[in-house]
């Protein structure tokens, strides 16, 4: 069952050589997860995102970001799945609903929450210098 849906999703992509297949925010490694399916000539394309600006007065915040491949230009000669992870270490607004975009069809929105505390010390983050803003970056 799920082969024939991700056959069809692709066949459904082809026009647009990419496409969505799933994202989902990763508290642990602060990064969105995502899959995508894409035709070219080999499985070897790199994704980065572009971000637009933070829109909204209150959170959750709005942002996009169109993702780009770096062999946009390959002939979609095969289809191929690949799960890539993007870092949200910079991202200025939270908590926010952030829509990545491939194109005018292929959109999926994920809900980023605000950084906590606790999630902050791995990376160093002293209690004192934490605390003063309640734990939220």
């Known amino acids: 069952m799920r082969k024939l849906l991700v056959a069809v999703l692709l066949l459904a992509a082809s026009a647009y050589a990419q496409t969505f297949l799933g994202a989902a925010y990763d508290p642990a490694t602060d990064e ?18 572009a971000w637009d600006r933070c829109r909204g007065d209150a959170p959750p915040y709005e942002i996009a970001a169109r993702l780009i491949d770096d062999q946009a230009g390959d002939a979609a ?13 910079d991202l200025p ?34 209690r004192r210098s934490c605390s003063r803003n309640g734990g939220v970056m």
Not at 110 to 121: K, T
């Open 77 to 89: 000669d095969r289809d191929f799945i690949v799960h890539r992870r993007f870092s949200l270490q």
């Open 32 to 49: 969105l997860v995502v899959d995508i399916a894409y035709s070219g000539t080999n499985p070897d394309h790199q994704f980065s995102l």
């Open 93 to 126: 607004c939270r908590p926010a609903n952030v829509t990545l975009r491939i194109g005018r069809i292929a959109n999926i929105t994920v809900f980023v929450p605000a950084r906590y505390f606790s999630r902050l010390r791995g990376m160093g983050c002293r």
